[in-house]
Nanobody, 126 residues
Framework: QVRLVDSGGGLVQAGGSLRLSCVVS????????TGWFRQAEGKEREFVAG????????YYRDSVKGRFTIDRDLGQNTVYLQMNSLRPEDTAIYYC???????????????????WGQGTQVTVSS
């Protein structure tokens, strides 16, 4: 059984930082691409960041480049999203996701991911 558990969200002032975690069970991260998405109230879910199965390639949406970093700890089978210089427009529920395809590439579409975390709320106050 594959399970993703998100955590690390919270309330932070603009300019602050948060580090989200996603513990994965049922799949070994070293074989699978992963991603982070977010959904703001009243808006569609959108891609934020992705990491290839090798861990050597990453990809970000333009609005978070230079502020957010996706990384992983294979020993803990955990994916992280380090978020710095947070802005009010980053407020959303953040979800981690995994593509259930060995050696899969980074993709930005929701339908490309097979397993999802439950989400963690990030609120950035101005």
């Amino acid at each position: 059984q594959v399970r993703l558990v998100d955590s690390g969200g919270g309330l932070v002032q603009a300019g602050g930082s948060l580090r989200l975690s996603c513990v994965v069970s049922g799949r070994t991260l070293s074989y699978y691409a992963t991603g982070w998405f977010r959904q703001a109230e009243g808006k569609e879910r959108e891609f934020v960041a992705g990491m290839s199965w090798t861990g050597r390639s990453t990809y970000y949406r333009d609005s978070v480049k230079g502020r957010f970093t996706i990384d992983r700890d294979l020993g803990q089978n955990t994916v992280y999203l380090q978020m710095n210089s947070l802005r009010p427009e980053d407020t959303a529920i953040y979800y981690c996701a995994l593509r259930d395809l060995r050696h899969g590439t980074i993709e930005t579409g929701i339908s490309d991911y097979d397993f999802w975390g439950q989400g963690t709320q990030v609120t950035v106050s101005s």
